[in-house]
């Protein structure tokens, strides 16, 4: 693998993160959201990452070469599955008959968690994209 797609691989490893991030801030946001335009309440979005798929040429010259290395990271965004929590509030205006309303399925300790997690990992991109600068810039001055 070259320097450069080394920084490329880092990049997009901070971009997944970064994405991340935005939809923490989102989940966040709609803590309370208990109607979207959808008509119920709003559900926690994720991110799914897995290897960027890679083209045949691509492929076939890695192969030539012995190296083993992926095209980088794919993000997809889908919602959490987990259940709506019902809380008992007659006087909400999406309140049922008996006075259940469903709230979203966001955990405010989760996003946290999972907000100091995506910024560690983005870090680390950088931690790795500024090592990957560092022998770049070393190969340069070699005479």
Same mark, same amino acid.
């Given at each position: 693998? =070259? *320097?450069?797609? /080394?920084?490329?691989?880092s !990049?997009?490893?901070?971009?997944?993160?970064?994405? #991340?991030?935005?939809?923490? $801030?989102?989940?966040?946001?709609? %803590?309370?959201?208990?109607?979207?335009?959808?008509? &119920?309440?709003?559900?926690?979005?994720? %991110?799914?990452?897995?290897?960027?798929?890679?083209?045949f $040429?691509?492929? *076939?010259?890695?192969? @030539?070469?012995?190296? %083993?290395? =992926?095209?980088?990271?794919k !993000?997809?965004?889908?919602?959490?599955? /987990?259940?709506? @929590?019902?809380? +008992?509030?007659p =006087?909400?205006?999406d309140?049922?008959?008996?006075? +259940?309303?469903?709230?979203?399925?966001?955990?405010?300790? #989760? &996003?946290? /968690?999972?907000m100091? @997690? $995506?910024?560690? +990992?983005? @870090? $680390?991109?950088?931690?790795?994209?500024?090592? #990957?600068?560092?022998? *770049?810039?070393?190969?340069?001055?070699?005479?």
């Amino acid at each position: 693998m =070259g *320097l450069n797609q /080394a920084m490329r691989i880092s !990049v997009d490893g901070m971009d997944a993160q970064r994405i #991340t991030q935005e939809l923490i $801030a989102s989940n966040l946001a709609n %803590a309370s959201t208990t109607r979207t335009v959808f008509g &119920e309440p709003y559900k926690r979005k994720v %991110a799914v990452y897995s290897e960027k798929p890679i083209t045949f $040429a691509q492929t *076939l010259s890695r192969a @030539e070469n012995r190296l %083993a290395t =992926g095209g980088g990271v794919k !993000v997809e965004v889908v919602d959490d599955k /987990a259940p709506f @929590e019902k809380v +008992y509030n007659p =006087g909400h205006p999406d309140a049922d008959e008996q006075g +259940y309303v469903m709230m979203p399925n966001v955990k405010m300790s #989760t &996003e946290m /968690a999972s907000m100091v @997690e $995506a910024s560690k +990992y983005y @870090e $680390a991109n950088i931690t790795a994209f500024n090592a #990957t600068k560092k022998m *770049l810039q070393d190969a340069l001055q070699i005479q």
